[in-house]
Structure formats: C-alpha cells, structure tokens
C-alpha cells in the first residue's frame, strides 16, 4: 500500500509534458499544473496559435499570466527531503540496464513490452493503443527487448519473418526473391516449432539421463553401504576363527583384517568416485535443461533461432549401464576360504597363503562386468576341471586323466573312503570353485546332469538326499559367477542356448560334480577348453 501511495504522488506531481517532477510550478486556468519553462516553451512553439493546455485542449484569450504556485513547490520539497522523488524516479524511469520506452520525449520512461510487428518498445502509457485500437490488437507483443533491430534486415532494411534453410538464416521477403530464391524456405515461426520439437525431444532425453543417473547414484550409495557391511562381518568371521588356531595364525589373522580394510578402502573410494561423477553429469544435465527451458521461454522467433545453434549437443552418456542390484555380497569368500583352509594348516601356512590375499582384492562388487552372451565370452572364463578319484562312486570308471567317467557293470574296488558318494553314480571335481567360471560336459549315449556341490554334500542318503540334478544336452557348458551368485546351464552347439539359470547367494566354496546314467557305456567328460 505504502508503494502505491509513492507512485500516486509520483504522478500527481509530474509535469505532463516533461513527465519529471514539477520545477517551478504553475497552475493555469483550467486547473492543470506545468512546469514554468515546459509550458512557456510549449505555448512559444505553438506560434500565432492561442495558447491552450496540453491535456484539456482548452484555449485562453489573452494568454495567462504564469504565476509559481508556492503550495506545490512546497511539497515538492517536502517530497525530495523524504527520498520519494528518488524512489519515484527509480521505480518508472529507464536505467542504463533497462529497455526505454521508445515514444517517450525527455527522460524515458520504462518499456513493459515491445512489439515485434512495430519493432518497438513502450511504456504502459504509450502501450495504451496497442489494446485500444483494433488493428494493433493484432500485433504481437513480448516482453521488452533491446535486440528488436536485430529483425531488421540489414540489406533491405525490412522485417525478416522468413528463415532459409539452406543457408540457416533469417531473411526478409525480399530476400527470399533475390539472393535466396529457389532456397528451402519457410516462416521463422514454422522453423521455429519444428526446432522447439527438436529440443523438447532433447530435453526428454536429459530427464531420462537425469533419472538414469539418479538412480545409479542410489545404487552407488547401497554398494558402498553393503561393501562396509560386506567387510566388517568378514573381519569379524575371520577373527573368530584365527582365534582358534595357534600364535602364527594370530599374525595371520591381522594380515587379512590390514587386507581387507585396505581393500574396503580401495573399492568404496573406486564407488565414491563413480558417484561424484555421476553427480557432476547431473548437474551437467540440469544446467543444459535450465538453459534449454531459458531458451523455449524466448517468444521472439528469431532471436531463439539465433541462439539455438549455440546449444551444444548432448554428450554420449559415461554412466555404466552394468550397473545392477545383485545379492549384497562381497568379502563373504574370504570367510569362505579361511574356513576351508583352517583344517589344512600347514599347507595354508607353506603353500596356500597367497589363496586368501587374492580372494581379498578380487571383491567383486556391482560394477562388474555382466554374464558373457556369446561362447567366445564364455571361454574367456574357462578352466580345466579334474575329478577326484575320492569322491567317484564305485560303479563309475574314472579316466588316467582323471576328466572323464563311464558307467560300468561290475563295481570297481577303490579304497574305502568318507568322501565317496556310495549311492548315486556321480562325481565331485578335485578343485574348489570361487570367482567366475565357465566349463563344458559332453555325454555319451544316455543322459547327465552336471551340477555343482558345496563339499559337505551328503554321499550316503540316495537319490533324494544327494543326486544331483540338472539340464539334460549332449554338451552342457557351466557358467558359475561365485561372488554375484549366478549360475547358468547353455546348450553348446554352433549356438549357446540357456537351459537354466539360478541367482542366490552361495555361503561356501562350489565344486563341479556330473550324475551318469545307469547303463553301461554311459559316460560324462569334461572337456578341454582352448
């Protein structure tokens, strides 16, 4: 209210002709008020006319005798100790930053549109014909510009309403008829439209970036939640069991805890990175989104077509498209190994040692690469699998090379051993199986089922408490990912087509194992793999 009241005193007190406060006031016959000099100087430019005031057109015979008005000139003062003749001044005149209303005499005052039909700019007053007067209704109005002259041809000095193609310019209609004739041309409010389509499809694409980059930001924030998790409950399942075992076994154990912080650190700082990086292409993404909506705010057809070739195009997203949710397990197969190993001190002290620091800095973590789609991807994984002689059943016949078994009529007589299934005709590898894996099994005559087997697997319970089950093919390929907790049975032929494929959470070492059929001759190789 109080802002009001200034602009009414403002206005109350402006000379009409000059549109600045009153200097010297002076008030005619017919009740309006001037400036001293603005009204002598418009009577003297009226000439032999009668004098008549600017505003009521009303005349006077003789001309009067102008006489300061000392109630005026006292507010006037007033106002100026009060600053409201600053605050006036500032709140309707043009600054240097502002667009100047271009039919204002003396001081200007502030456009609030300009028009793209007039190619001007005015102020409310000088605006009033624009909603007044039926033709003028029909131009169009933006908000004020000081780049109007910018529509102007330079060569023809007419409005450039078409844009050329051809050239990618804006033009006039002469243009269009001299130097441009026979070009692709359209209006610039066609071309337009089919660049704001153009963007609005961009802009579609970096919401969905956006999204997508949001997302994988969360999912880097549960990874590196579930690594810290991942790693304090090995550090703790290790501890408990290097606490079993004698004083070397103690250094070992401060080994593995130095190892697996060291490479928690590692792997949460490789995420955090991913993340920060993500975060920097959202803000990217937002500030291209921020200046693609500036730009569609432009209601000035040429002045968009000006700047849109500026937009830079969308780079190639970086963000990793393997990133997935996977069962939150990571330093798991380091307890995994530490437990297997514990049974076998000696060797793991002499021998095995280097098992479990390698377990520690294979973590496999979401960002991992994802289960091969072609056998060439496949065979990057593979290894040779032996079988162990402990474990066969005695109706199999186990190869010199320990790859292939045949089913036979007559029992063999291996040693007794605890390992042995007694039961079923199958078979366990010699090598435990962690990390990625791929192997194949090809059958003769009857049917096998390869699986894998934790080795605590019962050998004596029959077919329901220990067979193994699985994809029936004449060559099956395996392909075990230990850590993600996928394991998948192709059929191999000129093509790799998925049989089966189970993803869980696997708490021990596997090993690769083969059911073989009941009849004689049957048999199960595993196969070598280049």
Same mark, same amino acid.
């Given at each position: 209210?109080?802002?009001?009241?200034?602009?009414?005193?403002?206005?109350?007190?402006?000379?009409?002709?000059?549109?600045?406060?009153?200097?010297?006031?002076?008030?005619?016959?017919?009740?309006?008020?001037?400036?001293?000099?603005?009204?002598?100087?418009?009577?003297?430019?009226?000439?032999?006319?009668?004098?008549?005031?600017?505003?009521?057109?009303?005349?006077?015979?003789?001309?009067?005798?102008?006489?300061?008005?000392?109630?005026?000139?006292?507010?006037?003062?007033?106002?100026?100790?009060?600053?409201?003749?600053?605050?006036?001044?500032?709140?309707?005149?043009?600054?240097?930053?502002?667009?100047?209303?271009?039919?204002?005499?003396?001081?200007?005052?502030?456009?609030?549109?300009?028009?793209?039909?007039?190619?001007?700019?005015?102020?409310?007053?000088?605006?009033?014909?624009?909603?007044?007067?039926?033709?003028?209704?029909?131009?169009?109005?933006?908000?004020?510009?000081?780049?109007?002259?910018?529509?102007?041809?330079?060569?023809?000095?007419?409005?450039?309403?078409?844009?050329?193609?051809?050239?990618?310019?804006?033009?006039?209609?002469?243009?269009?008829?001299?130097?441009?004739?026979?070009?692709?041309?359209? $209006?610039?409010?066609?071309?337009?439209?089919?660049? &704001?389509? *153009?963007? !609005? @499809?961009? #802009?579609?694409?970096?919401?969905? /970036?956006?999204?997508?980059?949001?997302?994988?930001?969360?999912?880097?924030?549960?990874?590196?939640?579930?690594?810290?998790?991942?790693?304090?409950?090995?550090?703790?399942?290790?501890?408990?069991?290097?606490?079993?075992?004698?004083?070397?076994?103690?250094?070992?154990? $401060?080994?593995?805890?130095?190892?697996?912080?060291? &490479?928690? *650190?590692? !792997? @949460?700082? #490789?995420?955090?990175?991913?993340? /920060?990086?993500?975060?920097?292409?959202?803000?990217?993404?937002?500030?291209?989104?921020?200046?693609?909506?500036?730009?569609?705010?432009?209601?000035?057809?040429?002045?968009?077509?000006?700047?849109?070739?500026?937009?830079?195009?969308?780079?190639?997203?970086?963000?990793? $498209?393997?990133?997935?949710?996977?069962?939150?397990?990571?330093?798991?197969?380091?307890?995994?190994?530490?437990?297997?190993?514990?049974?076998?001190?000696?060797?793991?002290?002499?021998?095995?040692?280097?098992?479990?620091?390698?377990?520690?800095?294979?973590?496999?973590?979401?960002?991992?690469?994802?289960?091969?789609?072609?056998?060439?991807?496949?065979?990057?994984?593979?290894?040779?699998?032996?079988?162990?002689?402990?474990?066969?059943?005695?109706?199999?016949?186990?190869?010199?090379?320990?790859?292939?078994?045949?089913?036979?009529?007559?029992?063999?007589?291996?040693?007794?051993?605890?390992?042995?299934?007694?039961?079923?005709?199958?078979?366990?590898?010699?090598?435990?199986?962690?990390?990625?894996?791929?192997?194949?099994?090809?059958?003769?005559?009857?049917?096998?089922?390869?699986?894998?087997?934790?080795?605590?697997?019962?050998?004596?319970?029959?077919?329901?408490?220990?067979?193994?089950?699985?994809?029936?093919?004449?060559?099956?390929?395996?392909?075990?990912?230990?850590?993600?907790?996928?394991?998948?049975?192709?059929?191999?032929?000129?093509?790799?087509?998925?049989?089966?494929?189970?993803?869980?959470?696997?708490?021990?070492?596997?090993?690769?194992?083969?059911?073989?059929?009941?009849?004689?001759?049957?048999?199960?190789?595993?196969?070598?793999?280049?």
């Amino acid at each position: 209210m109080a802002q009001k009241g200034v602009q009414l005193d403002q206005e109350t007190f402006s000379c009409s002709i000059c549109l600045d406060l009153l200097k010297d006031p002076v008030t005619i016959p017919c009740g309006h008020s001037y400036c001293m000099n603005c009204i002598n100087n418009f009577w003297d430019e009226g000439e032999k006319k009668l004098p008549s005031c600017p505003q009521c057109k009303h005349t006077f015979t003789p001309k009067p005798v102008l006489v300061k008005s000392t109630m005026f000139a006292a507010l006037l003062e007033q106002m100026k100790k009060t600053g409201l003749q600053a605050a006036a001044s500032d709140h309707c005149y043009a600054g240097p930053e502002d667009v100047a209303c271009d039919f204002c005499s003396g001081r200007k005052l502030k456009a609030i549109k300009s028009c793209l039909f007039c190619l001007a700019s005015y102020c409310e007053k000088h605006l009033q014909p624009h909603h007044d007067v039926a033709p003028f209704k029909k131009h169009k109005l933006v908000d004020p510009s000081k780049n109007l002259q910018d529509n102007i041809c330079p060569r023809h000095d007419e409005v450039m309403k078409i844009f050329c193609r051809t050239d990618q310019k804006c033009i006039c209609y002469l243009c269009s008829m001299d130097e441009h004739k026979g070009h692709d041309t359209v $209006s610039a409010a066609a071309e337009r439209t089919e660049r &704001q389509r *153009e963007m !609005e @499809v961009s #802009r579609q694409q970096i919401q969905q /970036e956006i999204q997508d980059r949001e997302k994988d930001v969360k999912l880097l924030q549960q990874e590196v939640e579930a690594i810290n998790q991942s790693a304090d409950k090995t550090v703790e399942d290790s501890e408990e069991i290097f606490t079993e075992l004698m004083s070397l076994i103690q250094k070992r154990s $401060s080994d593995v805890k130095q190892q697996i912080r060291s &490479q928690q *650190e590692t !792997e @949460v700082k #490789r995420v955090r990175e991913l993340e /920060e990086k993500l975060q920097q292409e959202i803000t990217d993404l937002k500030r291209r989104d921020a200046e693609m909506n500036q730009l569609t705010d432009t209601e000035d057809h040429n002045q968009f077509l000006h700047n849109y070739p500026s937009l830079s195009p969308l780079s190639e997203s970086t963000h990793s $498209s393997s990133i997935s949710i996977r069962p939150l397990r990571y330093f798991q197969d380091v307890t995994a190994v530490v437990s297997e190993v514990r049974g076998q001190l000696q060797d793991i002290l002499r021998d095995t040692w280097t098992n479990i620091s390698l377990t520690i800095t294979d973590v496999d973590v979401l960002l991992s690469e994802p289960e091969p789609t072609s056998r060439a991807g496949f065979l990057k994984y593979s290894c040779e699998i032996t079988l162990d002689p402990n474990t066969v059943n005695t109706q199999l016949l186990l190869s010199e090379e320990n790859r292939k078994v045949t089913v036979m009529d007559q029992h063999q007589s291996y040693s007794s051993h605890p390992d042995r299934f007694s039961d079923v005709s199958q078979v366990l590898s010699r090598e435990s199986l962690t990390g990625r894996h791929y192997w194949e099994v090809e059958k003769k005559e009857n049917v096998i089922n390869p699986a894998v087997a934790y080795k605590n697997i019962s050998r004596s319970k029959g077919w329901n408490g220990s067979g193994f089950g699985g994809p029936k093919s004449s060559r099956i390929g395996v392909y075990l990912d230990h850590r993600a907790g996928v394991l998948s049975f192709y059929s191999v032929s000129e093509t790799m087509t998925l049989l089966h494929s189970v993803q869980t959470t696997f708490t021990q070492p596997l090993y690769a194992g083969v059911w073989v059929g009941d009849t004689d001759g049957d048999s199960a190789e595993f196969c070598k793999l280049k």
